[in-house]
């Protein structure tokens, strides 16, 4: 699934065309040959001295309103701490899971019904897997609960609060372990019983960690934000069992693929230190490490030229890898590499022309389209239908708030209160609900219902038959 959130309350229509109305006054010319012509004084409309019109206008869609199945009242998520935002609610087995009243709530996602309470005053963030539902109490201590019967399973005496800059705040179930991520120190506890198994700080990021964690194979990966001569993103590598770090490379950023206990991460670092102004040669360079020791043991090159005159663009923009292909953007194209058989100087497999006027990043693969999100429109989506290259939009009637993309359905919530469910394979609209909301979170899926999280409350809707 993904998951996209325009920025608060903020709006960069597409076309900005800007107006300037020049009041002009007329001088009557007269002739006077005799004596003096009396005239009325003249009364002048007040100009404004700034004057901007957006003259972009929104398609207009005719298709059923759907009337939401139940509403309920939650703690308002445009109150929450902005490390709570994304986390506060969550669907699964049929069942609705957020907070009221600092509590945290069970509803059942057909009918709306409360089906248990749990806790006082409990830190808005949740995350499920496997039956159980793990956050944090007001202190910032890890808890489990049974998602059937809203019963405690283990509550942790370790609070994980710690005063960072940026604040970046995760929990990560894994087989095993509940890590809580913490700006940029990591939390290990065992996911039986909730007991600190370890705790581990990169005292070089002061704070500044990224929300991703991956394990594989008793090794846990974590990517942070550090300052050398530039400021980069870098790799760390702990024991899972002991939180020993096994070693770290500043420049590179998470995983795209791991296999055969190498990680393959792409070097970030190396293009800020090129004249890409100038030259218009470019180059990705992706390292393979030993997962376990951090050795070098190979290194993939993708090299092309910048179109054009200078000054040339950097001309790297998003990497992403899905089911062993590697999709790269270069200049205006995307590059499509099979990971397994790449060696260096191998042409791409398939080219993409990048959609036209995009201005974004490169999110993912959902129903063999690539997916774009817009930088110009805060979260607007398009795509590129993988069979044959052309382009692909999802467009509504109203300047968007969140998109929500799962499997065929494409939910797109509204800054005029509508959410628009759209089909994601012919891009037409299929129905409409009104949500009353400005600003909305990330839209949830569960057992044919979706919920729409609009500001204080959760409103269940039952889907169309083409969307389930």
């Not at 709006?11 to 009041?23: C, E």
């Not at 194209?333 to 490169?362: C, H, M």
Request: hydrophobic share 35%; net charge positive.
């Amino acid at each position: 699934m993904i998951h996209l959130q325009s920025k608060p309350r903020s709006l960069k229509p597409k076309n900005h065309l800007i107006r300037r109305t020049l009041t002009g006054i007329t001088a009557t010319l007269l002739t006077v040959c005799s004596g003096y012509a009396a005239f009325p004084s003249q009364v002048f409309a007040e100009k404004a001295d700034v004057s901007v019109r957006n003259w972009y206008s929104y398609p207009s869609f005719t298709v059923p309103e759907l009337k939401p199945s139940w509403t309920v009242k939650v703690d308002n998520y445009l109150n929450m701490n902005e490390t709570s935002l994304g986390h506060q609610a969550v669907a699964e087995e049929g069942k609705v899971f957020a907070f009221s009243k600092s509590k945290l709530i069970a509803l059942d996602a057909a009918t709306g019904k409360q089906l248990w309470t749990f806790g006082n005053s409990l830190t808005p963030t949740i995350v499920y897997d496997d039956g159980i539902l793990y956050g944090l109490s007001s202190n910032h201590k890890p808890y489990a609960v049974n998602a059937k019967t809203g019963k405690a399973v283990w509550q942790s005496g370790t609070s994980t609060w710690i005063d960072t800059r940026q604040g970046t705040e995760a929990l990560v179930p894994a087989a095993d372990t509940l890590y809580v991520i913490k700006g940029s120190t990591t939390f290990a506890f065992e996911r039986k019983t909730g007991k600190l198994r370890w705790k581990a700080d990169e005292a070089m990021a002061e704070g500044n960690g990224t929300a991703y964690l991956q394990e594989s194979d008793g090794v846990v990966l974590r990517t942070f934000f550090v300052q050398g001569a530039l400021t980069s993103v870098q790799l760390n590598a702990y024991d899972k069992k002991t939180g020993k770090k096994l070693w770290s490379d500043f420049g590179q950023g998470e995983a795209i693929h791991i296999k055969n206990g190498l990680v393959y991460s792409v070097d970030y670092y190396s293009p800020l230190l090129t004249d890409y102004e100038s030259v218009p040669d470019r180059k990705l360079q992706i390292n393979a490490y030993n997962l376990k020791t951090g050795a070098i043991k190979g290194t993939l090159e993708f090299n092309w030229k910048m179109p054009g005159d200078p000054p040339y663009d950097r001309g790297q923009g998003s990497v992403i890898a899905s089911e062993g292909k590697l999709y790269v953007e270069q200049g205006d194209q995307i590059s499509e590499y099979n990971l397994d058989t790449y060696k260096t100087g191998d042409a791409p497999s398939r080219t993409f022309q990048r959609p036209y006027g995009v201005d974004g990043e490169l999110m993912g693969i959902v129903q063999e389209r690539l997916i774009y999100r817009s930088n110009v429109t805060e979260g607007e989506l398009t795509g590129i239908k993988l069979v044959n290259g052309s382009g692909v939009q999802w467009n509504g009637d109203a300047p968007v708030s969140q998109v929500s993309v799962y499997g065929k359905g494409v939910y797109r919530a509204q800054r005029n209160g509508t959410l628009l469910g759209i089909h994601m394979l012919t891009s037409k609209p299929v129905f409409s609900v009104k949500t009353g909301a400005d600003l909305h979170e990330a839209t949830l899926k569960t057992n044919g219902m979706i919920i729409i999280q609009a500001e204080d409350k959760l409103i269940g809707v039952k889907l169309p038959a083409s969307l389930k």
